[in-house]
């Protein structure tokens, strides 16, 4: 069973930055799609970013702000988060994506206050 670990959570004022982790018990290749997820109270879970390889996508309410990185050899993806703003607090779930199977993190809570 492939688990996920995900730190790097925690308060921050608004402007501020934080960086988030995501290790995998499992050897990760470059075409395994790799997400970062956030779900706030009351809303659905949606998607932040995605790396599949080289390719990385956003959601346009982090584009510019967040970036999304990876290290194969440390089975590891990372979300680095600056500008945030209050309406990003959410707790943020990692996702790796094997052969058409899902897998997810336990989440990491990510609070801006204003």
């Known amino acids: 069973q492939v688990q996920l670990v995900e730190s790097g959570g925690g308060l921050v004022q608004a402007g501020g930055s934080l960086r988030l982790s995501c290790a995998a018990s499992?050897?990760?290749?470059?075409?395994?799609?790799m997400a970062w997820y956030r779900q706030a109270p009351g809303k659905q879970r949606e998607l932040v970013a995605s790396?599949?390889?080289?390719?990385?996508t956003y959601a346009d309410s982090v584009k510019g702000r967040f970036t999304i990185s990876r290290d194969n050899a440390k089975s590891t993806v990372y979300l680095e988060m600056n500008g945030l703003k209050p309406e990003d607090t959410a707790v943020y779930y990692c996702?790796?994506?094997?052969?058409?199977?899902?897998?997810w993190g336990r989440g990491t809570q990510v609070t801006v206050s204003s």
């Open positions: 499992t050897r990760i290749f470059s075409g395994n799609a």
């Open positions: 790396i599949t390889g080289g390719s990385s």
């Open positions: 996702n790796l994506r094997i052969l058409g199977s899902d897998f």
